[in-house]
């Protein structure tokens, strides 16, 4: 902590690429085999409602059977990253337990590690972690007894598919002190991101942390290049880099508004944009990237899965996203006469789920879903273990996990009573939970 803060000229970046003990001087791809993936995942997610009060946002379901955090960490696995740590904090239970259950296979013997690293004030006894970067910095202990020869920092609530090795190894070839990934945004939604401007060799020239007049690209006045969150440095310069902010006491010891901004201005920062390593559903689709941080876009998020050819392709077996597994019974559609007829159309149906006598259309059932009879679902993302009664009308909604809706509920047709009894969005969104239920009866 008392250390004296380093410089971020280019005497510190020759220290930096000094080889670390356990690898030789020089390091050949795929790099990815001597990178640590550094997961953060400690958020809130506030933006999501009542879907983040019991879980943090990475633990939220998404997609019929993962959850958040599981496309980032399907994406260091498929690009051959073996080490992997995730730092948690904002009720982390859900999520401890769902890595627990889900990404326990790595094997000490074949030089892989998966760490869970809760905020546990191992630093000081009087804070927890007090921003992204310090999420790292109070567990540099741990990753240099892995000794990586790059860091890979991640954000553990996004939806994407990326190889990370291209952006490894244009890191190295660029002999750059931080490669920040990046994409195109338009200005309108860029206030959310963190905002670069780059030249022709994809050197970063300024950046800002969520301005709220993002500055245009070069030749696109309606769009502006955003920040995505990743992070890859040489290890040895993470650290010092990270040593000389937690000294800082005018620092919110965050990446995103201390660290980015001090090494754009002070060394070497490049941009890798998405488009160099993006996974495509289809060799023509646009890239994929989803912030799902409000009940809006997480809504929309799960429904584009129901398209014929989705943008995210969940099919993929070259790219599968990894997750935790249930042992369930497959999912059934019983009853099959007029008026009382189980079928679904344009949906995703998870394992356990029984379709009995109703019908479902554009919506997405997680696991373990009872849907009874003479009931019409439309356009619904339904968390696992939900129970919809008889005579059900629910249409634009989200059904948080656990829920049992009563016999006859309309939601969906009704904008102002809708709104009196659930949590229901600007865009018509309802998103209903099992104590918004419970106060129904009383």
């Known amino acids: 902590m008392g250390k004296k803060p380093v410089p971020y000229g280019p005497e510190h970046r020759i220290a930096a690429a000094t080889p670390t003990k356990s690898l030789p001087s020089t390091v050949t791809g795929p790099y990815a085999r001597h990178t640590m993936a550094y997961v953060l995942a400690g958020g809130r997610g506030s933006r999501l409602q009542e879907l983040t009060d019991v879980r943090a946002k990475p633990a939220v379901y998404f997609g019929g059977k993962a959850r958040i955090i599981d496309f980032a960490l399907s994406n260091a696995m498929n690009s051959g990253i ?3 740590a995730v730092a948690t904090q904002y009720k982390a239970h859900s999520l401890i337990r769902h890595l627990q259950r889900g ?3 790595f094997r000490p ?6 760490d869970i690293l809760p905020a546990s004030q191992r ?24 000794d990586p020869r790059y860091m890979v920092i991640l954000a553990g609530d996004h939806i994407y598919k990326m190889d990370y090795e291209p952006m490894l190894a244009q890191h190295v070839e660029q002999n750059a002190d ?20 780059v030249d022709e060799n994809d050197k970063i020239l300024s950046f800002v942390e969520k301005p709220q007049d993002p500055p245009a690209m070069p030749g696109k006045p309606d769009f502006a290049l955003a920040s995505m969150g990743i992070y890859v440095f040489a290890t040895k310069f993470l650290f010092d880099v990270l040593r000389a902010d937690a000294a800082d006491p005018n620092s919110s010891h965050d990446f995103g508004h201390d660290i980015i901004p001090k090494l754009v201005a002070g060394a070497h920062a490049v941009a890798h944009p998405y ?10 689709a646009p890239p994929y990237w989803r912030d799902v941080g409000t009940v809006d876009a997480y809504f929309s998020a799960n429904l ?5 050819v989705p943008d995210l392709d969940l099919y993929d077996q070259a790219w599968p996203i990894w997750t935790y597994s249930e042992m369930t019974a497959p999912a059934k559609f019983v009853h099959d006469v007029e008026g009382r007829r189980g079928f679904a159309v344009t949906s995703l149906i ?6 009995s006598g109703s019908s479902l259309r554009q919506s997405l059932l997680f696991t373990g879903v009872r849907l009874h009879s003479f009931s019409d679902v439309h356009r619904a993302v339904v968390l696992p273990n939900v129970d919809i009664g008889r005579h059900v009308r629910l249409s634009n909604v989200v059904v948080d996990r656990g829920v049992c809706i009563p016999d006859g509920l309309v939601v969906g047709e009704d904008a102002e009573h809708d709104a009196a009894r659930f949590r229901r969005t600007a865009n018509g969104v309802c998103l209903i939970t099992q104590h918004m239920i419970d106060q129904l009866k009383g």
């Open 103 to 105: 990404w326990n296979f």
């Open 109 to 114: 013997e074949r030089n892989e590690s998966f």
């Open 178 to 197: 931080v490669t920040i990934g990046c994409m195109e945004v338009p200005r309108d939604e860029a206030r959310a991101f963190g905002v670069m401007h």
């Open 275 to 284: 488009t160099r390593s993006c996974i495509r559903s289809t060799p023509n």
């Open 304 to 308: 584009d899965l129901t398209e014929v």
């Open 350 to 355: 998870s394992g356990g789920c029984i379709v």
């Open 82 to 84: 073996r080490r992997i």
């Open 123 to 146: 630093v000081s006894e009087s804070s927890w972690y007090l921003g992204t970067a310090d999420a790292v910095y109070q567990n540099i202990d741990i990753i240099e007894s892995y």
